[in-house]
């Protein structure tokens, strides 16, 4: 595959995505980067993408953004494991700024039809080492180094008392 599959879409951040500031919301801020995570690595995966999200790795909020503004995200694959994949999200800066209004990791895994994980195609292309994605693949290369934490419930008592 020549290049990798980048995702870019536009949304208009509306009165019902706002706070009582006039501003993005951050429940909406989350809708809003979860869809272009989940477009970007569904593309990245192909037809045969069946993906579930497993965990928010990341998400900084940078900027506050006011109702009316017309916000870009891209999204790319950054990190691809056996059934688990990691997607970069950007919200690109908007006029007069320099830095990204919003930026975000978010971690995939492949399903079958029962929700069990399955094994992701071979040939899926990472955007890691392209400019534009290098400080998220960087955050997330330290933040790999920490364990997940579900092992730590395996054996819990959850009976009620």
């Given at each position: 595959m020549q290049g990798f599959p980048e995702t870019v879409s536009h949304?208009?951040?509306?009165?019902?995505?706002?706070?009582?500031?006039?501003?993005?919301?951050?429940?909406?801020?989350?809708?809003?980067?979860?869809e272009a995570?989940?477009?970007?690595?569904?593309?990245?995966v192909g037809?045969?993408?069946?993906?579930?999200?497993?965990?928010?790795?990341?998400?900084?909020?940078r900027r506050s953004v006011p109702v009316g503004t017309l916000v870009e995200l891209r999204g790319?694959?950054?990190?691809?494991?056996?059934c688990y994949?990691?997607?970069?999200?950007?919200?690109?800066?908007?006029?007069?700024?320099?830095?990204?209004?919003?930026?975000?990791?978010?971690?995939?895994?492949?399903?079958?039809?029962?929700?069990?994980?399955?094994e992701l195609p071979a040939g899926i292309v990472s955007a890691a080492r392209e400019r534009l994605w290098q400080p998220l693949a960087d955050r997330l290369e330290t933040l790999s180094r920490s364990r997940g934490a579900t092992a730590g419930w395996i054996g819990v008592d959850f009976e009620r008392r």
């Open positions: 949304r208009l951040v509306l009165p019902a995505d706002a706070n009582h500031h006039g501003t993005l919301y951050a429940g909406s801020l989350l809708r809003i980067a979860l995570a989940y477009a970007a690595g569904s593309r990245g037809p045969t993408a069946n993906l579930m999200l497993r965990r928010v790795v990341s998400l900084e909020c790319a694959v950054l990190q691809v494991r056996q994949l990691v997607v970069g999200v950007v919200g690109m800066p908007m006029e007069g700024q320099e830095i990204p209004w919003m930026d975000g990791l978010m971690g995939f895994v492949q399903v079958d039809a029962a929700g069990l994980p399955v």
